[in-house]
């Protein structure tokens, strides 16, 4: 077959449109302009130039230049806006770029901070451990004192109740047993821990 010849599909795909929209234009058409073999229908160019035209396509040459002339004014616009965009775009991304340095030098510094405090805590704590152990090593060491003190102390008083007993018993006759309950005992004149 001819180059020339295209089916209803390839200008179908060609124009964008549905086979069934070209088979409606074709049905239009008078049908020597159309060819068949082994029922495919086969356009020629003045077929598919009558569907084109039918369907609203021109040619490029067809096209009013005040139209082309109106499309590159507004294509140049276009690119001057987008130029103008980008920049925008580009210098707020700049701007974040160094918002995102400032808030790491930040963080990093916060880091710093926050290692130097976790630091202080850890020394703060040894200390109180220290302190704590200080103070039940004094509390030991106070009640060990006090058994000492009161070892002392029984020690202390049992030889002076002997020999006043005997001092006493030496001194004084045996005493009656109504007058001797009537004296009042000698009151002992040191009270440790009392």
């Known amino acids: 077959m001819s180059e020339n010849l295209k089916t209803i599909r390839e200008l179908a795909d060609e124009l964008g449109v549905s086979k069934k929209k070209i088979h409606y234009q074709v049905s239009k058409l008078d049908t020597d302009s159309i060819q068949r073999l082994d029922g495919t229908i086969y356009l020629g160019k003045s077929a598919i130039s009558k569907i084109k035209s039918n369907m609203g396509y021109s040619k490029v ?4 230049s005040l139209g ?3 499309g590159r004014e507004l294509d140049s616009g276009l690119d001057t806006e987008k130029n103008k965009l980008l920049n925008e775009k580009s210098e707020q991304i700049n701007y974040l770029k160094e918002q995102l340095i400032k808030k790491d030098g930040q963080l990093s510094i916060k880091d710093e901070q926050i ?3 976790v630091e202080i805590q850890n020394q703060t704590q040894n200390l ?3 302190q704590q152990r200080l103070a039940l090593q004094d509390k030991q060491l106070l009640e ?4 000492e003190i009161k070892d002392l102390k029984a020690l202390t008083m049992a030889p002076h109740d002997d020999g006043k007993k005997e001092v006493m018993a030496q001194n004084q006759p045996e005493p009656e047993t109504d007058t001797a309950n009537s004296q009042p005992k000698p009151k002992k004149w040191w009270r440790f821990g009392k």
């Open 61 to 64: 040459s067809e096209l009013d």
């Open 68 to 70: 082309i002339q109106n």
């Open 115 to 117: 290692k130097s405090l």
């Open 128 to 130: 109180l451990d220290q």
């Open 144 to 147: 060990e004192y006090k058994a």
